[in-house]
C-alpha cells in the first residue's frame, strides 16, 4: 500500500508493505500407539505442528527406565531402556502449548517384553491317574505356546490365551520318561523349554 501525507507546503508518499502472519494452536502430529521393549534401548518422538513457542509436557506413569523431555523446538521424546518385568501398556497424556491455545493427546505407551518360562522344567504322572499341569510364560503380549515332542499317550497339550498351556489326561505308559520341547512366541521374541516328563506306577 502507499501512504500519502499531505498539507499547505506539498505531500509526501510511503510504500509500505505489511506482512500478515495467521497464529495457529498446536496440534499434536505423532502416532498416538508407539512401542518400547523391555531390555531395548529406544527413543519416540513427539512431534507438533502451530506457531511457535510450542511447550510439551507428559502427565501419567511411564515405565521404570523411561524418560520424557520437551525438546523446546515443538518436539519431545520418550526415550530409554525399559526395566525387566515392564511389558505392558502405560497410558499418558501430552499436553502442548502454544500463545494462542493449548491440545492434549491421549497416549498408550507399549512397553513389549520378551516370553519367558515360569514353570518348572519337569513334572511326573501316575497311571491310569487323571493328570493335569499347567505351563506358565511371563512377558507381554502374552505369548503362544507350542509342544513338540512325543506325549504319553492319553495325555494332550492345549494352548490357553494367556501365555499358558496345560499338558492333562490318564497314561498306561508307566516307568517312561517324555523329553519335550515348549516353545513360547511373544511380539518381542521367543523361548524354549526342555521339559521332562515322567511316567511312573
Not at 55 to 64: D, H, V
Not at 136 to 158: D, I, M, N, Q, R
Given at each position: 500500500?502507499?501512504?500519502?501525507?499531505?498539507?499547505?507546503?506539498?505531500?509526501?508518499?510511503?510504500?509500505?508493505?505489511?506482512?500478515?502472519?495467521?497464529?495457529?494452536?498446536?496440534?499434536?502430529?505423532?502416532?498416538?500407539?508407539?512401542?518400547?521393549?523391555?531390555?531395548?534401548?529406544?527413543?519416540?518422538?513427539?512431534?507438533?505442528?502451530?506457531?511457535?513457542?510450542?511447550?510439551?509436557?507428559?502427565?501419567?506413569?511411564?515405565?521404570?527406565?523411561?524418560?520424557?523431555?520437551?525438546?523446546?523446538?515443538?518436539?519431545?521424546?520418550?526415550?530409554?531402556?525399559?526395566?525387566?518385568?515392564?511389558?505392558?501398556?502405560?497410558?499418558?497424556?501430552?499436553?502442548?502449548?502454544?500463545?494462542?491455545?493449548?491440545t492434549t493427546q491421549a497416549?498408550?505407551?507399549?512397553?513389549?517384553?520378551?516370553?519367558?518360562?515360569?514353570?518348572?522344567?519337569?513334572?511326573?504322572?501316575?497311571?491310569?491317574?487323571?493328570?493335569?499341569?499347567?505351563?506358565?510364560?511371563?512377558?507381554?503380549?502374552?505369548?503362544?505356546?507350542?509342544?513338540?515332542?512325543?506325549?504319553?499317550?492319553?495325555?494332550?497339550?492345549?494352548?490357553?490365551?494367556?501365555?499358558?498351556?496345560?499338558?492333562?489326561?490318564?497314561?498306561?505308559?508307566?516307568?517312561?520318561?517324555?523329553?519335550?520341547?515348549?516353545?513360547?512366541?511373544?511380539?518381542?521374541?521367543?523361548?524354549?523349554?526342555?521339559?521332562?516328563?515322567?511316567?511312573?506306577?
Amino acid at each position: 500500500m502507499t501512504l500519502t501525507a499531505t498539507n499547505a507546503d506539498g505531500s509526501g508518499t510511503l510504500a509500505l508493505t505489511v506482512t500478515v502472519t495467521l497464529s495457529t494452536g498446536p496440534v499434536i502430529t505423532s502416532s498416538a500407539a508407539p512401542t518400547l521393549t523391555t531390555g531395548t534401548a529406544g527413543t519416540f518422538k513427539v512431534t507438533t505442528t502451530g506457531t511457535a513457542p510450542i511447550t510439551i509436557a507428559e502427565s501419567g506413569t511411564l515405565p521404570s527406565g523411561v524418560v520424557f523431555k520437551d525438546n523446546g523446538n515443538g518436539t519431545a521424546t520418550l526415550s530409554g531402556t525399559p526395566a525387566a518385568g515392564t511389558g505392558g501398556v502405560y497410558p499418558v497424556t501430552l499436553t502442548a502449548k502454544n500463545p494462542v491455545g493449548s491440545t492434549t493427546q491421549a497416549l498408550a505407551l507399549t512397553v513389549d517384553q520378551p516370553p519367558a518360562f515360569t514353570t518348572a522344567d519337569s513334572a511326573t504322572t501316575l497311571g491310569l491317574i487323571p493328570f493335569s499341569f499347567t505351563v506358565k510364560t511371563s512377558g507381554y503380549p502374552a505369548a503362544v505356546l507350542t509342544e513338540s515332542g512325543a506325549l504319553p499317550p492319553g495325555l494332550v497339550f492345549t494352548p490357553g490365551p494367556d501365555g499358558t498351556a496345560t499338558i492333562s489326561g490318564s497314561t498306561l505308559a508307566l516307568l517312561s520318561s517324555y523329553r519335550l520341547t515348549f516353545t513360547a512366541t511373544g511380539a518381542a521374541g521367543t523361548a524354549t523349554q526342555v521339559f521332562t516328563l515322567s511316567s511312573v506306577l
